[in-house]
């Protein structure tokens, strides 16, 4: 169920005609309960000027899959909008790379909500990077 | 010359076949001393699900411009890589605003730079988005 | 007026029987409209294992006195509560330097307040920390 | 051995004659291989002007105690000094509550370490602050 909500909300991001378009080779394989976790293949459009996963690109994973986390994390829980986005980069992916991104919603109170991602590189395990977002829930 | 390399360099990143060609509608205004004024008008593909400037776009060029305001605080500083990107969303913008990016260079030591930047809408002067950066610059 | 209320408020912070009593050796110089400047000398009581301006006093110093630039920004604006603080620390001060700190408030919402807040050394103008400070501020 | 190792960090702290004193009711309950376990009870002396742990005196306990996890990633590994501290604030803590604390090394590099860190209420586990933590740990 809050699957296939955040699969619809992925699509129409993508399909919208706005800055969402770059999502577009994001994979969701599971949500719900306040949590994700999806998949993408960095491909060289995903890439900044030294080849790897542009910080620009994980920041806008990270900014959109989170608040699909949140949006599971109870019926009617509305998606918000971003105080506060801050990402650690730890390791570099480069093309080919698979990477498998988690959110987690830390805690949706009436009027604020907080959010942390991880990107991990699939086959070696390494964190790629670490988030945290801060978002305005009230209604 | 500043000028005229962070202009270089982001030509670069657009034609590049990576996602730097999110950021083609930049014009970059001034660059030296470490420091950068760019302007950019917002439109339909820059957008989130609420017609305002995507977040994830917000952190790309930040990213991206206060890396170039960083090659121009001496002659040979290199880009470095990102370690840390930080971003206060404290109003939003739609489309037709013409944003204002600027960049500064607090520190660039021998491994570590610590950089600034700032992103306001023209006409009102409002703060659209803060932003620390730090990157790991050694050679 | 605003300088005097700001001095009260440190005084009441210090002499309350709380931790603000840690900032017992801050001077308020200048205070009013969402701004502030202080100062203090470092101490042996203020430092870490190295013997320099500890990291943690850094943050209470900059958690205090930007909430009281908050108070200053409009009369009745209250102090809110704490919902993120990060602090960039650039360089070290260490026994005997004079700090400078300075805090601004780069918006005060209805519901939200962000401030900035730097901490420098007075004699060789060397930044030591950088932080930004998101408030709650509802009545 | 490690668990030993910290305890004896944490009291050098606290005798040393500087701001470490301020942790002299830290208790560690566990420590080794990059990650650690500590608890205290709230008491007046750690409290803002609200009666709550004030955020000041957390951003201290976090520094100190990452730092300590820090140390027991692998024999050897130094504290290093910080580069970046952030705090989330997401519930308060008062006067009688238990808190516990919980480090965590993410990443321990050449140069670079990056911790994360959180302060629950030990009774209700509610998540009083979640923290991250660069550090600059070149020999």
Known sequence: MSLQLVRTLLKHSVEL??????????NIVSAGEGQLTAEMKVEEEHTNYMG??????????????????????????????SIDLKISYLNSAKVGDEIV????TVKAGKTLAFLEAKITEKTSGKVIATATHIKFVKD
Chains 1, 2, 3, 4 share one sequence.
């Open 17 to 26: 005609g706005g800055f969402g378009k770059v999502l577009d080779k994001i």
């Open 52 to 81: 790897t996963l542009h910080g620009g690109l994980s920041a806008t994973i990270i900014d959109n899959l989170s608040s699909y986390a949140l949006v599971t994390y109870k019926p009617n829980q509305n998606r918000g909008s």
């Open 101 to 104: 991104i988690t959110a987690n």
